[in-house]
């Protein structure tokens, strides 16, 4: 069926939310940990109905020693309820000589069989930090019958059928699956996660968003000043990463554009000399999907970002890869960041259009994606201007595969990056490049 029937919550205290944990292969007894548990409902638009999740348990580990390797069980030892060991190792010591040896970036997996293949290029460069971006179960995007859309069975048209997707409706289980199909994965490598439109997922009453993705996944944001699910930041060895929000208010008086300035005023460059920042909806795509939808975000914060030299961003959203030059305000800039479209992690059709190719401008004054009727601060203008004849100069190469990307910082200057077509072999890169960092020329200023 196409939702779950009405059923009464599980009560989050009537089991206790532990972690054991202790290094591998240390002769020392386990520490303990103990955290708090939650669940959440998602009503259901439509048919009237109500999801809710299983117990969540939320435990915080301090007082990790960096770059160590450590094993753990959670569960309730009371109740002779413990998972399996798992192992994962923290990140480096934040400092100029200290990364992560590879970071994987992803974004929009869902739950198909190119997710798979993903998963298994993802799992098998053993990777120390993972980045996933936006799309993740695809909740929202569950196909509905369409006779309970009321389309016309004998009239329709498989385009016709595409409008029995409903945004306000959201198969909460698709999540479940999702979770234990990424097991592997998210309980052995610390995995952040990064907000996008799927995961809105509005609720019927009180217009409540982002309740399965705030629920599910752990954030540092108190630690990072934000204190919220949506924006936050973390490091990773000499690498500062600022997670983004594109669907939440970013102009200057927003709370999102005032922690952004105070995070980025407060980063130490002799300790974290990279920069990277990552949201969902990209600023220089030049594929047809998405086009400048983030224009106004991109007018709010670009100027922030170039003062404050980021070096690297990324962004997912559209279902393909591109790789920009070092870009400003549509031109090429030497101090500029470079912008990274990495949403072919398995779902959804790959973007296959670019707007240079002839007929493919898109008409803005039709949009009507969630992203902008719903969320009209996250849209701007396009300044009237015209799609370009040609594969624009800051877009340095672009691809309709489906993949992921991966970062080896190799010290304070120097980043090598590669993507990673499904169809090759993990270690067969279809873009290569080292990005290079240029302090003496690009000079941090505020």
């Known amino acids: 069926g196409c939702c779950e029937e009405d059923s009464v919550p599980l009560d989050p205290n009537s089991v206790q939310s532990i972690v054991q944990y202790r290094e591998f292969n240390a002769r020392s007894r386990n520490k303990h940990a103990t955290g708090h548990s939650i669940v959440y409902n998602q009503q259901y638009n439509a048919l009237k109905n109500n999801y809710t999740s ?50 994987l970036v992803a974004g929009d997996l869902g739950l198909t069989y190119n997710t798979s293949t993903v998963l298994t290029h993802i799992l098998s460069n053993h990777p120390d930090l993972v980045v996933l971006i936006g799309g993740f179960s695809y909740a929202d995007k569950t196909k509905l019958d369409c006779s309970s ?12 059928c595409d409008s029995c997707y409903n945004s306000r409706e959201s198969y909460q289980p698709r999540w479940d699956y999702w979770g234990r199909f990424m097991e592997p994965l998210t309980a052995n490598v610390p995995t952040m996660m990064v907000a996008g439109e799927h995961e809105i997922e509005q609720q019927t009453d009180e217009n409540l968003t982002f309740v399965a993705y705030s629920s599910r996944f752990a954030f540092p944001s108190n630690e990072s000043g934000s204190f919220s699910p949506l924006y936050y930041s973390f490091n990773a060895g000499g690498a500062h990463f600022i997670v983004l929000n594109a669907y939440t208010p970013h102009d200057y008086s927003s709370d999102q554009y005032i922690w952004l300035e105070s995070d980025l005023r407060n980063i130490n460059r002799s300790e974290t000399p990279w920069v990277v920042a990552t949201w969902s909806l990209p600023w220089y795509s030049t594929f047809k999907g998405h086009y400048r939808e983030a224009e106004s975000m991109r007018i709010n914060l670009e100027d922030l970002l170039y003062s404050y030299q980021v070096d690297i961003i990324f962004s997912s959203q559209v279902d393909a890869y591109e790789r920009s030059n070092r870009v400003y305000n549509y031109t090429l800039d030497q101090c500029g960041p470079v912008y990274i479209t990495i949403g072919a992690g398995g779902a959804g059709k790959l973007e296959t259009e670019h707007v240079d190719d002839p007929g493919n401008c898109p008409d803005h004054s039709q949009r009507n994606s969630v992203g902008s009727c719903r969320f009209n601060f996250t849209l701007g203008p396009v300044n009237d201007e015209l799609c370009p004849l040609n594969q624009p100069d800051y877009s340095a190469y672009r691809e309709s595969s489906f993949g992921i990307g991966m970062l080896e910082v190799k010290n304070e200057t120097h980043a090598l990056w590669s993507w990673n077509r499904n169809q090759n072999l993990y270690n067969l890169a279809g873009d290569v490049i080292y990005i290079v960092r240029q302090p003496d020329i690009c000079s941090v200023y505020k």
């Open 149 to 160: 859309c009321q389309c016309v069975h004998n009239r329709t048209t498989s385009s016709d």
């Open 54 to 103: 299983g117990i969540i348990h939320h435990v915080q580990l301090t007082g990790l020693k960096p770059n160590t390797l450590y094993q753990y069980r959670c569960g309730d030892p009371s109740l002779s309820a413990m998972s399996k060991e798992y192992y994962f190792r923290t990140m480096p010591k934040s400092t100029s000589e200290s990364y992560p040896h590879r970071i």
